[in-house]
């Protein structure tokens, strides 16, 4: 059973950044991270869960939420198995519980469908004060 462990949210102010950081925690996976579409979701307080951002597996393709586009950047270390997504610029409007997710199939249109991923981390708290 394949986990995600993701790492890095707080609380922090507007105008500010945070880095987090999305890890398997089988070396099974890590050794087969690569395969792998990464992305990340958030879910803000009484709303659904909407997607952030993902990279594909094959050519390293970025895709953003409008939201967080010129802000937001997602990164992967193949090597190290995980996935990091660089947040710049936050606004109150960024908080939200973030999650971390995998998917085996090679996503391209469907990137933003969270149905699409296999597996999932808890999530970590972000926290944006005006």
């Known amino acids: 059973q394949v986990q995600l462990v993701e790492s890095g949210g707080g609380l922090v102010q507007a105008g500010g950044s945070l880095r987090l950081s999305c890890e398997a925690s089988?070396?099974?996976?890590?050794?087969?991270?690569?395969?792998?579409?990464m992305g990340w979701f958030r879910q803000p307080p009484g709303k659904e869960r909407d997607f952030v951002a993902a990279?594909?597996?094959?050519?390293?393709?970025?895709y953003y939420a409008d939201s967080v586009k010129g802000r937001f950047t997602i990164s992967r270390d193949n090597a190290k198995g995980t996935s990091y997504l660089q947040m710049n610029s936050l606004k109150p409007e960024d908080t939200a519980v973030y999650f971390c997710?995998?998917?085996?199939?090679?996503?391209?249109?469907?990137?933003?469908?969270?149905?699409?991923?296999?597996?999932w981390g808890r999530g970590t708290q972000v926290t944006v004060s005006s």
């Open positions: 997710a995998a998917s085996r199939q090679y996503l391209s249109g469907s990137v933003r469908l969270s149905d699409k991923y296999d597996y």
């Open positions: 089988t070396r099974t996976f890590t050794r087969t991270f690569s395969t792998y579409t």
């Open positions: 990279t594909t597996w094959n050519t390293g393709t970025t």
